[in-house]
């Protein structure tokens, strides 16, 4: 199956530092998705792209969508101790037709914040 | 507005026992996901449903897990008998039915921990 290689696996930086991670995938991705997951909570969507190339903002958040559609970063500015937690990339294959399709998760990026 | 919404948030019983883990889409939405989450696998899609019929349950590990959906807003996930590998984290998620080449983003619950001793 597809599988999404998220990196890096943990990131321990200063409050105010700008935060970068990404996704690679040997396969094309339809779409690119960035999750953050809480402790004792589900994953929250923070940003999709659905176009190869597409540059898309949040707040303090850009997320890429690569022109190949093997990869997407996530870059974070300014980070706050509220950043803190797990990133997860997501995408989904190429459709075969209609219909909604379940989601690859990368392992996910660990955010941890020194005051 | 209320989001997916997922019961029981934990549970534990003991091997052998059945397992019925239940999710409330969001209102409005017709694709439905369930998901286990572990610290070795990750996030690991199991099952979904467009329009309450099963698309695609490649993800589901064995015979012993069913999931059904028999109206818009509701999905259970029910293992039997259940075994102690089978403890994580169970993660439901609904989103808008694709179309036009957008996807919808799926929005999750906050997941039931299971833990089967």
């Known amino acids: 199956g597809q599988q999404l290689n998220q990196s890096p696996q943990s990131m321990f930086i200063q409050e105010g530092e700008d935060v970068s991670m990404n996704c690679t995938s040997s396969?094309?991705?339809?779409?690119w998705l960035w999750y953050k997951q809480d402790p004792g909570e589900g994953p929250v969507l923070l940003i999709a792209?659905?176009?190869?190339?597409e540059l898309t903002s949040n707040g303090r958040l850009t997320a890429q969508f690569g022109i190949t559609r093997k990869d997407s970063f996530l870059n974070i500015s300014a980070s706050i101790p509220s950043d803190v937690g797990i990133y997860f990339c997501a995408g989904t294959g190429m459709y075969s037709g209609g219909g909604a399709d379940g989601l690859t998760f990368g392992k996910g990026t660990h955010l941890i914040i020194q005051p | 507005d209320a989001g997916v919404i997922q019961s029981p948030r934990h549970e534990v019983t003991e091997m052998g026992q059945e397992v019925t883990l239940r999710c409330k889409p969001i209102s409005g939405h017709n694709s439905l996901f369930w998901y286990r989450q572990t610290m070795m696998r990750g996030l690991e899609l199991l099952i979904y449903f467009n329009n309450n019929v099963p698309i695609d349950d490649s993800g589901m590990p064995e015979d012993r897990f069913s999931a059904k959906m028999p109206n818009a807003s509701f999905s259970t996930l029910k293992i039997q008998p259940s075994e102690p590998r089978d403890s994580a984290v169970y993660f439901c998620?609904?989103?808008?039915?694709?179309?036009?080449?957008?996807?919808?983003?799926?929005?999750f619950g906050d997941g039931t921990r299971l833990s089967i001793l």
């Open positions: 792209l659905y176009k190869a190339g």
């Open positions: 396969s094309i991705f339809n779409t």
């Open positions: 998620a609904s989103s808008l039915e694709w179309r036009t080449g957008a996807d919808q983003p799926q929005h």
